[in-house]
């Protein structure tokens, strides 16, 4: 419903809505393969001077109540499987464990497939709908592949999916489960990626792959908007944000801005971004005070959904950690395995490597003094720790089994 | 905050609501082993004889809208990671290829540890709570000890699960991480019920084992009363439930019995007990019009949640389907495998084989004319098909890797 602009954020070309779709076709012109994407789009709404009244809508829960600053016209052609709201925990255990008493977790282990690549690929379907389009692909190594097939499947359209053949296996069975088409390429998901733009071009199917297509910054940013809600119509003071590619970032960053820009909000959060340290292009980048983010020659951390050598949105990702006066943290493998117990143990959450960074980067953000301790902070969880139920298991101690005495009992219980 | 009391099932003494804690003292002395649970209690709420008004009351989403109608003073002992609403999914695409235009899916999976079991673990951890209770304990062969793990996780109660030694990895994976003590049984299930309840009762632990403890049933009737909230405050004309030991479809039945004595609906839906056909004594009591539930030696099916030789709450659901010209049906192992398949491929929803047999079984229930085509029909869909991979795999057809060409994606597609 909102009328919108896409701006590239890398030259500040406008274009009219439909007179582009995927990237700034300039910029695009320009890319280097193994660099950060080039002319990602940011779609700039057409705001009344006093701002948006009546924002959220009434209505069922959903991204429908926030049409009037989505780039869909009918909120009828969202999926029939609404994403979010999900909760805004408050989790007091944690608080007094962390003696940081206004922290909350954003819980998206909910969302329909189990993480936040459900509100990007909700809002790309109904894209793809509203174009007309058959087929909707993209190349992932595996919740935003999951994510799509669910809400293709819902929608009733064909999709498409190219993944690492090394997906993990919790990943393959949903999206196999949702009736997509999978294509297991040999070798990395730059490959994967490759082949889905190429193939995308020739098949003339809609392609969602991250930041390429820039509705998946439109459809994450909903997770700004719960929050903003959730908290009252207020921004809290940071959100700790597990960064890869750098796509979910700057999706919190746009989510309150256009909330400012609606005069909703008169500041936005400060931003810390948790990379794996065997990960961390855009933290290095940022700590170095550099403009431009420069890709590794190889990414290696556990967390499989923020293992990323080239990020496609670090050029943006790094704008919005610099505007936000937001900070940078890396942890180790091992913080994230104690992170997932922690969080299970203290809030009853039970997350996946990638999700449990932002508790680990938290603990970092605090010691450093990136975020005070009496600070409102909300740690971004995005994906299920059912979707890697290997590194759950890694992340815990596995008790023998025992025969059934009440003797028994009392050994392993130590009474 | 519902003033209630709690009759016995068997034999109708009524008891004072702290005169008794699990089941009737009287017919729990007649108990034999191997047969179904006798003296489960129901609780009855004291309703104003014209019935409740503001029901269900204003406030955030979770149980405790509902207070009115549940066994607890204060709605802040639930524990602070929120249950339910979860969605009930208009589904367009199964509607069309079932040719039933108004079949529902009642989404369980999205609940906090991914199924509906959250629904009673998070009420007995507020009443062990309200008890005071330092330890809470049940046997399950998983979801529940999840569920229980979680819930006790968010409100800082110990918890001490007594699983089978085999049981899935998901779970357990979840239940570790949620910081629970597994005792990993050797044995069946059986032997761990068995050792759960000698052991609550030397060490004082307060007891979750479903149908034991009658609060089960009171936290899993939220089921019922969402549905009838989502539907506009009326009852559907059927619901398809996945029966197991009997607990929750005895729920769905009392959530519905409940809403009728507050005079908020005229009638109670049909009930459709669907059971695996290896695993289906309710069902088998049922068709031959018999008193009570006759357990089975031995229980096989791949939906491990539903797997159940001697149902603890048959009794209790024999009687609620009689009472909703309820009808049986069962599912082989091959018709839950294709609804798994079936319900991703038409609703994007990824079920446990236990959650897809309501799905199979509404097939044989339209075939069979237990239910018309023309019905409000709800399906009960209550746990994920991330708790279990393995079956979701065998669900499917799982691709060969294929090298990186636009070549190979022509072939695989068959373009």
Not at 295 to 308: C, G, Q, Y
Not at 384 to 405: F, H, M, N, Y
């Amino acid at each position: 419903m909102g009328e919108y602009r896409l701006i590239c954020t890398d030259c500040g070309r406008a274009f009219g809505r439909d007179e582009v779709e995927y990237v700034c076709p300039e910029c695009a012109r320009t890319q280097r393969p193994g660099e950060c994407l080039r002319g990602v789009l940011r779609a700039e709404y057409a705001i009344p001077r006093d701002g948006l009244r009546r924002f959220p809508r009434e209505g069922p829960a959903g991204a429908a109540r926030f049409i009037d600053l989505l780039p869909i016209d009918d909120p009828a052609l969202l999926p029939p499987l609404p994403v979010g709201p999900s909760p805004l925990l408050s989790v007091p255990r944690l608080r007094e464990a962390l003696d940081t008493p206004r922290v909350f977790v954003k819980d998206d282990t909910v969302l329909p497939s189990g993480s936040l690549k459900d509100r990007a690929s909700s809002l790309v379907v109904a894209k793809a709908r509203e174009k007309g389009a058959g087929v909707v692909t993209t190349a992932s190594t595996g919740n935003a592949a999951t994510a799509l097939a669910a809400m293709a499947a819902a929608a009733g359209i064909e999709c498409v999916l190219f993944v690492p053949a090394e997906a993990p296996r919790a990943k393959l069975a949903q999206m196999l489960a949702f009736g997509a088409r999978v294509l297991r390429v040999t070798g990395s998901y730059d490959d994967a990626y490759a082949l889905c733009l190429e193939a995308s071009l020739h098949f003339g199917w809609y392609n969602r792959s991250t930041a390429y297509n820039p509705y998946t910054i439109e459809g994450k940013k909903t997770v700004a908007l719960e929050i903003w809600e959730q908290l009252g119509r207020e921004a809290p003071d940071a959100v700790v944000v597990p960064v890869g590619d750098g796509v979910i970032l700057a999706a919190v960053a746009k989510g309150f801005d256009d909330l400012r820009a609606a005069k909703l909000v008169d500041r936005v959060p400060r931003l810390v971004a948790v990379q794996a340290e065997g990960s961390a292009a855009i933290v290095d980048a940022c700590e170095q005070g550099a403009a431009t983010v420069t890709p590794l020659a190889r990414a290696t951390t556990i967390a499989d959904s923020i293992r990323v050598a080239v990020p496609a949105c670090g050029t943006w990702a790094l704008r919005a950690l610099r505007e936000t006066k937001g900070r940078g943290v890396r942890v180790s493998d091992d913080a994230i395995l104690a992170a997932i117990a922690e969080l299970g143990r203290l809030a009853g959450v039970f997350a996946e490597p990638a999700a449990a960074a932002s508790l680990a980067g938290l603990h970092g953000a605090l010691a450093s003094g990136a975020v005070s301790p009496d600070a409102r902070v909300v740690l971004l969880v995005s994906g299920s720790g059912l979707k890697d139920i290997d590194a759950g298991l890694r992340a815990v101690a596995v008790p023998e089994p025992i025969p059934p005495t009440l003797d028994a009992v009392r050994r392993a219980i130590g009474a």
